[in-house]
T-cell receptor, first 112, second 111 residues
Framework: DAGITQSPRHKVTETGTPVTLRCHQT?????MYWYRQDPGHGLRLIHY???????DKGEVSDGYSVSRSKTEDFLLTLESATSSQTSVYFC???????????FGPGTRLLVL | EDKVVQSPLSLVVHEGDTVTLNCSYE??????LLWYKQEKKAPTFLFML????IEKKSGRLSSILDKKELFSILNITATQTGDSAVYLC???????????FGTGTRLKVLA
């Protein structure tokens, strides 16, 4: 298994509070991704990173920001959580953009 | 708009049965198609297909791609309860390298 961990694994928070999810990899891969998974939808890309301090938006980026200050860590922040952001969040990594993406174990977020 | 559609949405079979899962796609610039298996947590990679007509095989699982008709199938023979999972299909756009996922097929194998 690719060395990817996510923290926390579960979180319950209230509407309007900030939330930060962390993805950590030990593979030294250049690309890292954040997806959300919701019933009736496939995995949808939120943001991705192609290097330290290099990030770009995915298809559902509104309400989310990301940061990557080290190769191994990619943070996803919900500045002010809303109930529509209740979801399961997956991090993925790939060696470069042409290579297969491998997924972390996921974070289940509930916004009340 | 790029789109991936999987069918059926769900399937219940008995151990020993053979199942065929379908993935059809519309994408502006096709690079590859991937299959993942998702049990309770992370999707795990099964196959990547880039060329038509070449079967990829791993144990009881096999998959093939038809780039003319724009679909792929995933076959599982002699199913086991451990095959119970959601099977995800994703297509990679060669312009953006972004993955477009289908909603998955939920397979339940009964003992």
């Amino acid at each position: 298994d690719a060395g990817i961990t996510q923290s926390p694994r579960h979180k319950v928070t209230e509407t309007g509070t900030p939330v930060t999810l962390r993805c950590h990899q030990t593979e030294n891969h250049r690309y890292m991704y954040w997806y959300r998974q919701d019933p009736g939808h496939g995995l949808r890309l939120i943001h991705y990173s192609y290097g330290v301090k290099d990030t770009d938006k995915g298809e559902v980026s509104d309400g989310y920001s990301v940061s990557r200050s080290k190769t191994e860590d990619f943070l996803l922040t919900l500045e002010s959580a809303t109930s529509s952001q209740t979801s399961v969040y997956f991090c993925a990594i790939s060696e470069n953009r042409q290579e297969t993406q491998y997924f972390g174990p996921g974070t289940r977020l509930l916004v009340l | 708009e790029d789109k991936v559609v999987q069918s059926p949405l769900s399937l219940v079979v008995h151990e020993g049965d053979t199942v065929t899962l379908n993935c059809s796609y519309e994408v502006t610039n096709f690079r590859s198609l991937l299959w993942y298996k998702q049990e309770k947590k992370a999707p795990t990679f099964l196959f990547m297909l880039t060329s038509s007509g070449i079967e990829k095989k791993s144990g009881r699982l096999s998959s093939i791609l038809d780039k003319k008709e724009l679909f792929s199938i995933l076959n599982i023979t002699a199913t086991q309860t451990g095959d119970s999972a959601v099977y995800l299909c994703a297509v990679v756009n060669s312009g953006t390298y972004k993955y477009i996922f289908g909603t998955g097929t939920r397979l339940k194998v009964l003992a």
